[in-house]
């Protein structure tokens, strides 16, 4: 399998404020990583398909322009929530897609607060 | 359309007895399936796959599911329960883009 580090493990901010998540793949090139969000007791939710080199995939209801995705190399990929509000307070994981399909290793997962 | 259908939000069990998480899939090809174990606050470990070789998939931490295409069905056992299997279950159906479909999940609580 692959590791995944997700960071920060939990971030608190202010309404209006932007806030970046990192997704790093440890010990594999991810060409393809995926970002999920799950509100509590809820299932996961994909957000996105982040591709290296390449502009990220938005599942539909997803506004591109407020979680911006960059998928800059093969080990890392990061989730900016632009002028967060109270409710895109969640828990986001991302995760890594092998080369077999739809196998994904995910990360620890971010807790995000918005207050 | 696909879709996965966890049948059971909440399965209590007592330690030492047999634990049943059912899951039910559509799909309009062959599936790729699999089970997850999430913990408080932590991601998804993966605990099984079904891609098409044997029915009877045994995964980590004893744990086994059965693939039944006639029931459409994915059901994940584990022979006795233990104290650290209380987490959330997640099964997922694998889509045709390389992402999952995941269920509502089941929260198994077990009972000392």
């Known amino acids: 399998g692959a590791v995944v580090s997700q960071h920060p493990s939990w971030v608190i901010c202010k309404s209006g404020t932007s806030v970046k998540i990192e997704c790093r793949s440890l010990?594999?090139?991810?060409?393809?990583m995926f970002w999920y969000r799950q509100f509590p007791k809820q299932s996961l939710m994909l957000m996105a398909t982040s591709n290296e080199g390449s502009k990220a995939t938005y599942e539909q209801g997803v506004e591109k322009d407020k979680f911006l995705i960059n998928h800059a190399s093969l080990t890392l990929s990061t989730l900016t929530v632009t002028s967060a509000h109270p409710e895109d307070s969640s828990f986001y994981i991302c995760?890594?897609?092998?080369?077999?399909?739809?196998?994904?290793?995910f990360g620890p997962g971010t807790r995000l607060t918005v207050l | 359309a696909q879709s996965v259908t966890q049948l059971d939000s909440h399965v209590s069990v007592s330690e030492g007895t047999p634990v049943l998480l059912r899951c039910n899939y559509s799909s309009s090809y062959s599936p790729s399936l699999f089970w997850y174990v999430q913990h408080p606050n932590k991601g998804l470990q993966l605990l099984l796959k079904?891609?098409?070789?044997?029915?009877l998939v045994k995964g980590i931490n004893g744990f086994e599911a059965e693939f039944k295409k006639s029931e459409t069905s994915f059901h994940l056992t584990k022979p006795s329960a233990h104290m650290s299997d209380a987490a959330e279950y997640f099964c997922?159906?694998?889509?045709?883009?390389?992402?999952?479909?995941f269920g509502k999940g089941t929260k198994l609580s077990v009972k000392p």
């Open positions: 995760a890594v897609g092998l080369a077999r399909p739809n196998e994904q290793f």
């Open positions: 997922a159906l694998g889509g045709s883009q390389g992402n999952l479909i």
């Open positions: 079904y891609t098409s070789a044997a029915t």
């Open positions: 010990d594999f090139q991810a060409t393809t």
